[in-house]
């Protein structure tokens, strides 16, 4: 593609599509939230590796899904905060072993405190660092191990490489 803007809106728009259908999978699963989240979306976090553009779709991605699974108000408003800077962070990272440290730091500092205040009826230390942790399970199980075997499987292929 020639033209950057139709560039990013498809890629963008690929990657929020990607994101929502992933996230109903989990969702579907009983895997989508709770202080123990396995959202299988937050393997894309790595495509910002290969082009910026994927930050819009996966912020885009991540408010949809959370919009159209009954999240709470702040949920869709902060999740979708954690996840554009885990990946405008990620983006700009240079080492591919480092790109979804972003998503996961985003993710265990912002969403405690939004399981805390909307999904509980208990906002104390022990809860947040409760669900710190359950967060960091879940985002490092997703992001680093999937989310790198992908990074490393789209590697391979040609049409990645030319994204930026």
């Known amino acids: 593609m020639k033209n950057k803007g139709v560039k990013a809106l498809t890629v963008s728009a690929l990657v929020a599509a990607l994101y ?92 405690p405190f939004v399981i805390m205040y909307c999904y509980s009826n208990e906002a104390n230390p022990f809860v947040y660092f409760s669900n710190l942790v359950g967060v960091v399970i879940g985002e490092t199980a997703m992001a680093y191990v999937l989310g790198l075997l992908l990074l490393k499987a789209l590697e391979k292929n040609n049409a990645f490489k030319n994204l930026k």
Do not use: H, W
């Open 20 to 111: 929502v259908a992933l996230t109903y999978v989990s969702f579907a699963l009983g895997l989508s939230s709770g202080a123990i989240q396995f959202r299988l979306s937050e393997v894309l976090c790595v495509l910002v590796y290969f082009t910026p553009y994927a930050t819009y779709g996966l912020s885009v991605g991540c408010f949809l899904a959370n919009l159209l699974t009954g999240c709470a108000p702040l949920d869709i408003i902060f999740g979708t905060l954690a996840t554009f800077l885990g990946a405008f962070v990620g983006s700009k990272m240079k080492n591919k072993y480092l790109v979804p440290l972003p998503t996961v730091i985003s993710n265990a500092l912002i969403v």
